[in-house]
Structures are given as structure tokens and as C-alpha cells.
DNA sequence: ATGAAAGCGCTAACAC
DNA sequence: GTGTTAGCGCTTTCAT
């Protein structure tokens, strides 16, 4: 079939250790032979079989990354760029979509017990004691992406501080009647970013009453269940009924939404109430999703690209030495202004508004 | 290390090639043993080795995917597609990014020559004629997705039919003053879809004289090369050029984008100018990209997620015979009215607006 | 039906 | 330096 080390070790006259070597381009080897070796990989347009490279070096070369069916900007920008700097280290990426539990655990099973892959990076997921324990066994390199877990590696983003942002940019701009839009409450980055929020009205002698969390716990329907009800849809419902059984206010409003698509939701069931944004109401979002430059939605940018960058790093860190201790690393966001929050005058181009930046 | 056949094969007491067997569900096994050596399976929690099953098997149960690197929701839900196809199938998916041509044929030459997958699915890009006689020297299962070689089998969505179908609603409205918004012209998918917009317009008895032909071409600057010139930037800079050196149209004017990312470009640039949409300007786009809706973009959809399970189900074929005659699909686009034609009330709910329905 | 043995294509330890 | 050999963990004849 295809050519091997050992036509190649035939027609150079060598053996096969020594195409190995030149292979692997081991130092010992003199510059004459290499020479010749080479020469003949060239003729024969040589090159490994990966598989049995694999099997013989028990390593894959390979990282698997495990995503929630990647709907929307944060996840295709986060994917882009771990598999950019994956293949800047010459490793491949396995591509486990995962749109349910279910199937999460199936393609962490499979990682972890066929041997495909090096390690794992786990993205927007928690990760389940049981697998925890095997991968520790297994000495299975892991690292969590936009997500924690204490004895991994992980890398996230200061939702506290970003959620702390939102508001605190509005208050500057003057706004002194904040809602927070959020998705299920239970969810830890709804908790989180409630709590940032908060902090940043309580700095400002302000409060945030009850009746000015909109949460899409009040949603019914399934669509509206989906992604911890951080979904458009739900913004859409959540805002809508929010603004039935809210009085028509009587000084400018923002809503803080702690998702772009939320927001955007959020915008439509505005508009159809007959306000206006920024002038009737503010919104300021959460992520910089792609639609916000176009929808002119000021929000918090989560840095995606950094993020997948340094999982990758990490993830090369951990290859190398499977022994160090796992490290948390806390992204900062960003504030980027744009129209929704009528600030387009007093804070000019604070922020480039262009992706593909950091 | 982990645990292996043979120590399977000792527990149970019986000999690696029945173990083996038992693993690859032969028929010829006595059911008494199938079921102790099973039970010996559970009991270790076994599961074989995917780089040794590989190299024995000569198969190696992946696909490689070259894709532009995606941005946009069409390759998304495109890669979202056969990702999820060839799970079901139990395939793993190596996932190639490319940005640049070189890296494509690096990707290309990888999955080639390194044997790490059973065939690839390449992505909206054209195949070097080396890279084809390659293929089949090799006997590497090929298909082209949203592209086209006359040997290899294909999945192709019927942009003629597309383009055409665009303008043709557009008269239907009573549009009598269409203009045509598109990348490079020498790009193939600008012209297919100048042909079939062309045919629209002179079955009404109408011509689509030069000028109203706005293309990527008279945009200067490197962003508006990206991506042939489908691309935001150059959607906005072509359509501003149009509106400065067009006379403020006497009657109603609609435009057909080829794609819907300049589409949004040339919303912006038509707002820009104090226009509106579509009392002033109709714009209708392609692709119906996750904006679109949002957008309240008419335009015209490229069934993504059929193209991803059709291409997948291609594959397991031609990977069950690598000889069959090449088979070009082309499937057929649909179009989504929303308000950017002011068809709304003419032409209501003519189609689903939400995604994921095929 | 099942065990033994010969690969699959490579790496790495061991000789010389 | 370089050739030889023994694995890596499985599949698959070939006997029996």
C-alpha cells in the first residue's frame, strides 16, 4: 500500500532505526546519512502513519474539545482560536459537540477511555465527580474553559467584575432606575453576575428591588428553558411581560440584560411596545456577541480569543508535565460602548468596537 | 497501564482472538463465552485501544473536516450539522480551520499522507488539480461541500434557482428599478447568482443595465478583499459608492445582495444616507444568515443543515465503496420573507422565519 | 467455536 | 552512529 519506514530504510540502505531517527530528528546522527534519508523520504514522498506513530509513542497528538453545540459568536471565536493555536503546535483538534448531558458524558467517556486524545479541554460545561476521579487515575490532562473546578485547570472570565461594569457605566451615565435582566436563577453565572450587579448599584447608594430582576424563570414554555434561559426568546418573553405590569416609568430606564442574545430579545419586545432605544430605555448587554456591533448594543466583551489561546497554552503546560498544579486564570472583560445606552456623545469610541482584536 | 485484551483474555480465561471477536460482535462465537468474556469487560471496564484498532484495522474511524474558518452562521450550522450526522455514525470529526490557502493544502496534505482520517469533507473551497489526482491515487473518500470537481461527489446548493428566486419576488412586489449587490466578479458563486438573477429580470421583460450591477470590485482597501469580497466592509463601501453617484431614485428602488453579511453593509450605508428600509430601499439578501432575522432581512436560505447530513451520509457511502460513481447533489434554496421588502403584509408568514427547521 | 501467531507501521532500548 | 529487535494493542488468518 502506502510506503513505510522500511522501503525507505531499503532504498537508502539503512535500517529502519536509523529512518526513525531522522524522523524524529534525533541528535545522533551524522549530517551524511540524515542527508541521504532525507533524500530518499523526498523520492518517496515519505510520511508517517500517524496511527502507528500513536500506538508505538502512546501519544496522539491530538486534544479533543468538548463544546455546547456551539450556537452563537462566544463559541465559534472561542473554537477558532484553540484550534488556531492548537495547529500552531502541530496538534489536531477532535471536535466533540455535545448538546446534551448525555452526550457530554458519552464524549467525555470516550476521551478518556479510548486513548484518542492527549487531553481534554472542557468548554462552558461542569464536570461531574466520577469523570473528575478518572481523568485524575487516568493522569488524563484537562482543562475547563469558562468553567471551574478547584483541582483542574481552568480558565474564566471575571464575570463578577464584567457584571460589575454594566451598571456602573450606566450609573456614570446618569441612569438611577436599573433593571437586570438574567436568565435562570439558579445558574451560576446568573448568581454571579446578580451579585456583581448588585455591588456596583449598592457602591452608588442604590438598590436593586425585586420587581427590577427580570428572569426568565418567569418564562414559560420550552424554548424558553434552553441555555439556562439565557436565550433570545426568553429575553423577548421575560422583557415583554416586564413591561406589561411595569407602570410607564416616569425617568429614563436601563436594563442591565447579562446576555447579548437576551438583549437582543430583549430590544424587540421594546421596540414592539412602542419605546424607543436608547430613549425610553437603555439596554446594555453581556459578551459582545457578533450582533451587538451590528444592533449597536453597548455591552461587556468577553475576551474569547485570549481565552482559547491560553487553554491551549495551559493545555501544552499540562502535556509536558502532568504533575502541576492546576492554575486558575481570570480573564477581564470589557466595556464596549456603542448606541443602546445613548452614550455615543459623552464617551467617544472608548472602545474599538471591531472584533478579531485581542 | 491500562487495561488491555490480554488481561481480559486471562481473566476470563480464554485466548486474545476471542476476546477480540467478541469486541467486533462475530457471529461465530458460543454464547456462553460471548457472555463471560463480556462480563470480564464490565468488570475491568475495558475498552480497546483506538490507535491499535486503527492500525489493525487500516480504518480509522475519523473524518477530517476542512472548513474556512467559520465565521458566520453558515458554516456553523453547516459544521453543526455533520458533526452531529457523523456522531451518530460513531465517527470522530478532526476538525481543520483555515484562513489561508497554504494552510488549506497543509490540512489537505495531512489528511493525505498521514493516514489520521477515512476520508475528508472539504468546505467551500476549490480542490488543486495535485490534490485530486492525490485523492484518488490514494483512494481517500472525498466530498466537496458548497463546492464543485466534476470527479469527486458533491453537495452544492442550487444558487442559479437562488438568484433567481430573489429578483423574481421582488417583481412580484412590483419592484421595477432592481439593483444587484455583489463580490468579485470573478468569483464563481457571483456569477452563477448574476445568471439566475439576470433570468429573473428578463422573463419580466426587464435588464439589469451595468450600473445597477454594484460589486465588491470598485472597493479599494484589504478588507474589502476578504472572502471575494462577501464581506460586511465591502457590502457597506459598494452600496455608499451606488447611493453617492446614483440620482435620488424617482421610484421605489430594491436591492438584491448576494449575500446577506453585505447585505447588513448596505443597510448601514443606506440608513447612513438618510434612507429607509424598504419605504425607500428594499433590500433582499442570501444565505439568511443568524442576523437576517434579527435583521428583518428578506432573503434567501441555504439549507445548511441538510447540506451537513447529506454530505455525511455521502461519506459512510462512498467509505463502504470507495468506487462509486461521483454523485452531485444540489439542493434547493428557500425563501424567507420578513419586512426589509415591505412584503410583510402582502406575503405574510409565506415561510418560517425561525432556523433549524430542515 | 476458539487458541496461536503473524502482522499493522512505528519507536526505543539494546547491541556493536 | 547505526542495525537489530522487542514491543505498542489490536485484528485476522490459520489451524484445530
Not at 13 to 25: K, M, Q
Not at 346 to 358: E, K, R
Amino acid at each position: 500500500m502506502a510506503v513505510t519506514i522500511y522501503e525507505v530504510a531499503k532504498k537508502a540502505g539503512v535500517g529502519i532505526g536509523t529512518v526513525s531517527r531522522v524522523l524524529n530528528d534525533s541528535p545522533q546522527i551524522s549530517p551524511a546519512t540524515r542527508a541521504k534519508v532525507l533524500k530518499v523520504i523526498k523520492e518517496l514522498n515519505f510520511q508517517p502513519h500517524a496511527m502507528a506513530q500513536s500506538l508505538a509513542r502512546r501519544k496522539t497528538h491530538t486534544i479533543g474539545v468538548v463544546v455546547p453545540f456551539f450556537t452563537g459568536y462566544f463559541y465559534v471565536e472561542l473554537l477558532r482560536s484553540i484550534q488556531r493555536a492548537l495547529s500552531q503546535h502541530k496538534f489536531d483538534l477532535i471536535l466533540y459537540g455535545v448538546d446534551d448531558l448525555q452526550k457530554r458524558d458519552a464524549s467525555l467517556k470516550r476521551a478518556l477511555q479510548q486513548r484518542r486524545v492527549d487531553g481534554v479541554l472542557l468548554v462552558s460545561m461542569n464536570l461531574a465527580e466520577n469523570f473528575a476521579v478518572e481523568f485524575q487515575r487516568r493522569r488524563l490532562p484537562l482543562a475547563l474553559v469558562d468553567a471551574y473546578y478547584d483541582q483542574f485547570d481552568s480558565i474564566t472570565v471575571n464575570n463578577q467584575e464584567g457584571a460589575y461594569s454594566a451598571p456602573h457605566h450606566l450609573i456614570r451615565l446618569g441612569y438611577r432606575h436599573i433593571a437586570m435582566l438574567t436568565g435562570h436563577f439558579e445558574s451560576i453565572p446568573a448568581q454571579t453576575r446578580l451579585h456583581g450587579c448588585q455591588r456596583a448599584l449598592q457602591e452608588a447608594g442604590m438598590t436593586l428591588p425585586e420587581g427590577m430582576i427580570i428572569t426568565s424563570d418567569t418564562v414559560l414554555g420550552e424554548a424558553a428553558r434552553l441555555n439556562d434561559g439565557f436565550n433570545q426568546e426568553a429575553g423577548y418573553l421575560a422583557m415583554r411581560n416586564f413591561l406589561a405590569h411595569q407602570p410607564r416609568p416616569d425617568c429614563p430606564l436601563a436594563v442591565f440584560a447579562t446576555s447579548d442574545i437576551q438583549a437582543i430579545g430583549a430590544i424587540k419586545a421594546v421596540k414592539e411596545s412602542g419605546l424607543r432605544i436608547p430613549d425610553d430605555i437603555a439596554i446594555i448587554g453581556f459578551d459582545d456577541i457578533e450582533f451587538a456591533e451590528y444592533a449597536g448594543l453597548t455591552t461587556v466583551r468577553q475576551p474569547m480569543a485570549e481565552m482559547g489561546l491560553k487553554a491551549v497554552e495551559r493545555m501544552m503546560a499540562l502535556l509536558e508535565n502532568a504533575d502541576l498544579a492546576p492554575e486558575h486564570v481570570r480573564l477581564d472583560t470589557k466595556l464596549v460602548v456603542r448606541e443602546s445606552c445613548g452614550a455615543a456623545k459623552l464617551q467617544p469610541a472608548l472602545v474599538q468596537s471591531s472584533p478579531h482584536l485581542n
